[in-house]
């Protein structure tokens, strides 16, 4: 319009508003640099934080950790059933009867184990007096005949040696039903808090209350034990399992202290193979 100065190109303006000052375009301008970079560095540090969850701890520089422990032990798979047998836990299943070859349902040993000389290398049959040894000799006198009372029918178990020198002891006991494994269980080894007959080497037993409820499976019940005090001879750790018509005993024992990480895990595989 006549009398009026243009306006500037590239400069969109309110009518009724003036236009910003120099000065301020250049603080407006700058302000925008800085948006812009923040905008941008926020998108990298969100890609780079994608990226991180995509690989695995140990890919990342400085972030790799230790084991916690936890021992190796080859997949696992539970052993086919005969033809028209039911699983251990279901209705049409009254006696809780394990169908399957007891031997398969034996824990294997894990990577870098050793035979336990006075143990099968892989689960195998044992006579009853292979069992009875591991226990104290002042019990294995009622242990025998407790074991004859209520029919114990066989008798399968396995051990190792870990290069740490904690030796690992499984046997696995099967009877008529679950009834004779519950009485022969309540009769000669459950005392409450502390086991009815003592372990060679462990004359003293408490139940352990650090054992997490949930762990193993829900048919499974599951009874560990500890030695109370530090002891100048092995430590021992034990763990007995109520599987139906099958009774589950794990032993480990190290001079010194047995680790719980892997009795834990040894303990909680075997029971989910009886599971």
Not at 224 to 245: C, N, S, T, W
């Amino acid at each position: 319009m006549p009398g009026q100065a243009p306006a500037q190109w590239g400069t969109q303006q309110v009518l009724g508003t003036p236009g910003p000052a120099p000065r301020d375009r250049r603080r407006l301008r700058a302000a925008g640099v800085w948006a812009l970079a923040v905008l941008v560095l926020a998108v990298t540090a969100a890609g780079t934080g994608y990226g991180l969850t995509r690989l695995d701890r140990t890919d990342l520089p400085g972030l790799a950790t230790e084991s916690d422990g936890r021992w190796d032990y080859p997949a696992l798979e539970l052993p086919a059933l005969p033809s028209g047998s039911p699983p251990p836990f279901v209705a049409g299943n009254s006696a809780e009867e394990h169908h399957a070859d007891l031997r398969d349902l034996v824990l294997p040993p894990p990577a870098d184990a050793e035979p336990d000389k006075k143990l099968p290398a892989e689960a195998e049959w044992v006579p009853t007096g292979t069992y009875l040894d591991a226990y104290d000799a002042r019990d294995r006198g009622e242990l025998r005949r407790a074991l004859r009372h209520n029919a114990v029918r066989h008798i399968a178990a396995t051990g190792w040696l870990m290069p740490d020198g904690t030796r690992t002891r499984i046997y696995l006991l099967r009877f008529n039903s679950g009834a004779f494994a519950t009485a022969w269980f309540d009769e000669v080894i459950s005392r409450g808090d502390s086991t009815g007959s003592d372990l060679a080497g462990a004359p003293e037993a408490v139940l352990d209350e650090s054992w997490p409820v949930e762990a193993g499976p829900g048919a499974i019940e599951t009874h560990v034990f500890d030695e109370p005090e530090p002891r100048e001879e092995d430590h021992v750790r034990q763990a007995y399992l109520r599987a139906g018509d099958v009774i589950g005993l794990v032993v480990q024992s190290r001079a010194g202290e047995v680790a719980p990480t892997p009795f834990r895990q040894t303990v909680v595989l075997q029971s989910q193979l009886l599971g």
